[in-house]
């Protein structure tokens, strides 16, 4: 579930492999690793992917399908004008 939920994530951004790697700091051929499946990164890369994305490390790793949007510093106006897209959206 990891590795495509990295892929999609990257593509969601636009981003190609190798601009993921340099925001991470690590090569190309790691990032192509993980999503293929072949190997997993270690705990500190799923922090720094989970904060480069904005989500939770459970729906980086499959285990929550919510993601999430972090509405620290809104109003409750704002946020409620947010909640009418995503009915907007939804519908």
Not at 25 to 47: C, H, L, R, T
Request: aromatic share 8%; glycine share 4%; hydrophobic share 40%.
């Amino acid at each position: 579930m990891f590795y495509e939920r990295l892929k999609e994530l990257r593509l969601s951004l636009y981003l190609n492999q190798v601009q993921l790697a340099k925001k991470l700091n690590v090569s190309k051929q790691s990032v192509s690793n993980w999503e293929s499946g072949y190997i997993q990164p270690p705990i500190d890369m799923v922090i720094k992917i989970c904060q480069i994305f904005h989500v939770s490390a459970d729906y980086l790793l499959g285990l929550d399908d919510r993601r999430s949007l972090d509405v620290s510093g809104l109003t409750a106006e704002q946020i409620t004008h947010l909640q009418a897209i995503v009915d907007d959206l939804r519908a």
